[in-house]
């Protein structure tokens, strides 16, 4: 029997989320254009600023981001077994403390559904309602453990609004390790606009989303590093998205800078038992093998071992730009971009790319349903 191919990184907007998108005015919103054209997608800080002439203001969106349907099919044409799908960015951290409790249950429980709908075919990350009270965060954390397909959360860096080191999340890092949910961390404000500089608006989102979203994630689990919430949590499972941003390149120069700062006073600084990034990486993080080359895949894989390693596509987002007139659907770039890496990243180590592939999501995520 051939090896399962499972897709860690692939986002959906349930179409009660589009609904809402489609009342805001303020970012993130959903707004039609011309008559005929796809509405557009707008989500990213800034993306709206009246003042750039930018042609980079959103995203066409179809179908493709809110009907599941659509996920099966694209699944079928690229060779994937499973997906385990998640509410893409901004999540819920946009909505009024009020509502967001609800609104979580009302979203999670429409991916839960989906995921039923295409039994064995789908899994999911369910997203918390990181803007309400921290008792109600808690309480979606155990009540989405107890939903059949859910796996994990997926999350941004901002937290309850001051990134992830802060410990009024430990609550939430403690229910989350308490029921085994992994946490996705998956990056969505990027970097201040000034470090792209006044011809930005030229390069479209490849600064954004190349650099400002690996940089972004890379920040925000460093600072739970040293704030010591893998000391605080050793079980604590967190997937980086991008693998890992650029954490792999740089864990070296990290762990050098802690031991070299007598000013470092993290919670564990002084402690001998504080743990090292190394073995952070090779017990508490699994890392996407969304980076598009072999040799990010080595140094994801030389990082946190290629036992921790999982493909993903990061559909709907990155579609060809250009589609083919012809009948048949032509696979997307950025998915043979993601398999050809993973086969240069292993060569002939087949068993290595297989588990990549598949076999790691399908033994880390508990991928079975009965
Ligand atoms: O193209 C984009 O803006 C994005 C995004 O917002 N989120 C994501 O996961 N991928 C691409």
Known sequence: MAAKVVDVHTHVYP???????????????????EPGKPSRLIILPGEDDPSSESTAKGRPIGSEYY????????????????SVISLANPWLDF???????????T????MNDMCHSHKGRLFAFGALPLSAPTEEIVDEVKRLAKLKYMRGIIMGTSGLGKGLDDQDLDRVYQA????????????????????????????????PLALGFPLET??????????????????????LAHSGGTLPFLAGRLESCILHDAHYSGPEAASASRRSIWEILKT???????????????????????????FGTDHPFFPPLETNSGEEEEKWLSVTTNYKAIQ????PEKDQAAAVLGGNAIRLLNLTTD
């Open 344 to 347: 240069d990243a292993f060569g």
């Open 284 to 310: 508490n993080i699994l890392l996407d093998a969304v980076v598009y080359s072999g040799l990010g895949i080595r140094a994801a894989a030389t990082a946190s071992g290629a036992d921790r390693v999982l």
């Open 15 to 33: 179409p009660q989320y589009v609904s809402i998108l489609k009342t805001r005015s303020k970012v993130p919103y959903v707004r039609d254009t």
């Open 67 to 82: 009907d599941i349907n659509k996920k099966i099919e694209f699944m079928d044409l690229h060779g994937i077994d499973i």
């Open 176 to 207: 989350l390790e308490e029921t085994g949910m992994t946490i996705f961390l998956h990056p969505h404000y990027g970097l201040p606009k000034e470090v792209f500089g006044p011809r930005a608006a030229e390069y479209g989102h490849v600064l």
């Open 95 to 105: 909505l009024d403390p009020s509502e967001a409790g609800s609104l979580a249950k």
């Open 107 to 110: 979203v999670n429980d429409a």
């Open 218 to 239: 890379t920040i925000s689990v460093s600072r739970m590093i040293l704030s010591g919430v893998f000391d605080r949590f050793p079980n604590l499972s967190v997937l």
